[in-house]
């Protein structure tokens, strides 16, 4: 999609961080915004920024874990500008827990907002934008942590590798249509997932928090992380380039390289096992 002028984008996940300048990008650049996010207040400024600044914009309170909430937001967005031409699934969290130590309640929290949020968006958006005809476009932020195993916690490492799973199987699914995807993995950016627990709903919370102090299980040579407006702009350069996958570190390709080796290691020859028959 090389020209965004006029046409409409809803941004999950839009009131900080990432999607809060992939919001501001993109009315930079002319789109609609829908501004989206379980924080209302924070979507609000977004958007009223956004008018202030001679553009066009909406905020809608949605959380993306809840399958009606975003059903209410297509609505909102269909009513308000028609045609949703860019839909980028953003909202996300991260929650810094060893898989061995999380609770049924925290996977299902991460995997909530994390999958299940993006699994939402398309249902409710893909129908349309295919059904118009009209050239349209997907962004799933998934992370490097959705090819390279997070140090943090395995519930967020299986979300974004669902989300990597997803996005590239969409991306063969769609060949022959108008419509593009593109998989956002970013590597360190400087925003508030650190900080994902303000958002945790209390019906999520875990009743027994006794778990042990969080230590990661490794550790990332990575670049100084960057500024949220260089990944938005990185962002938009991928839709606008039709690219499956946006990445933001280079550091991250020698990580890809020596994940790859590893699992490559582990083909056993066949010979053995056929001869045992
Ligand atoms: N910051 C990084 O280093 C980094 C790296 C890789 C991937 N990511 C991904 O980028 C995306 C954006 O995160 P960020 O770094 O900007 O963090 P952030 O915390 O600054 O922004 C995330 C936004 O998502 C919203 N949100 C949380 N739960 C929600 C829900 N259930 N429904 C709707 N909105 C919800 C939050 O209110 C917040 O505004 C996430 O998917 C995250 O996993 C971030």
Not at 86 to 94: K, R, Y
Not at 115 to 131: A, K, S
Not at 161 to 173: A, F, K, P, Q, W
Request: proline letters at 4%; aromatic letters at 4%.
């Amino acid at each position: 999609m090389e020209d965004l002028q006029g046409r409409t984008a809803v941004v999950t996940g839009a009131a900080s961080g990432i999607g809060a300048a992939l919001a501001r990008v993109l009315a930079a650049e002319g789109c609609r915004v829908v501004v989206s996010d379980v924080e209302l207040d924070g979507a609000a400024a977004v958007a009223d920024a956004i008018t202030a600044d001679g553009g066009s914009a909406l905020a809608v309170r949605t959380d993306v874990a809840d399958r009606g909430s975003v059903q209410e937001l297509a609505a909102a967005a269909r009513e308000r500008f028609g045609l949703v031409h860019l839909l980028c699934n953003n909202a996300g969290v991260s929650y810094h827990r060893r898989g061995i130590h999380a609770t049924y309640e925290d996977w299902r929290w991460v995997l909530g907002v994390n999958l299940d949020g993006v699994v939402h968006g398309i249902t409710e958006f893909l129908p349309d934008m295919l059904d118009s005809g009209q050239e349209c476009h997907i962004v799933n932020t998934a992370s490097m942590n959705g090819i390279v195993p997070s140090a943090q916690s395995a519930m967020y490492s299986a979300s974004k590798y669902g989300v990597v799973g997803l996005t590239e199987t969409l991306h063969n699914e769609l060949a022959g249509t108008r419509v593009g995807v593109t998989a956002l993995c970013p590597a360190g950016v400087r925003t508030r997932i650190t900080d994902s627990v303000r958002n945790r709903p209390a019906e999520a919370a875990t009743a027994d928090d006794t778990r042990p102090a969080h230590v990661p299980s490794g550790s990332f040579d990575l670049s100084p992380a960057l500024d949220p407006e260089v990944v938005a702009r990185m962002t938009v350069g991928g839709v606008r380039e039709g690219r499956l996958y946006v990445f933001t570190d280079p550091k991250v390709k020698d990580l890809i390289v020596a994940h790859r080796e590893r699992m490559l290691a582990d083909f056993a020859p066949l010979d053995a096992f056929l001869a045992a028959r």
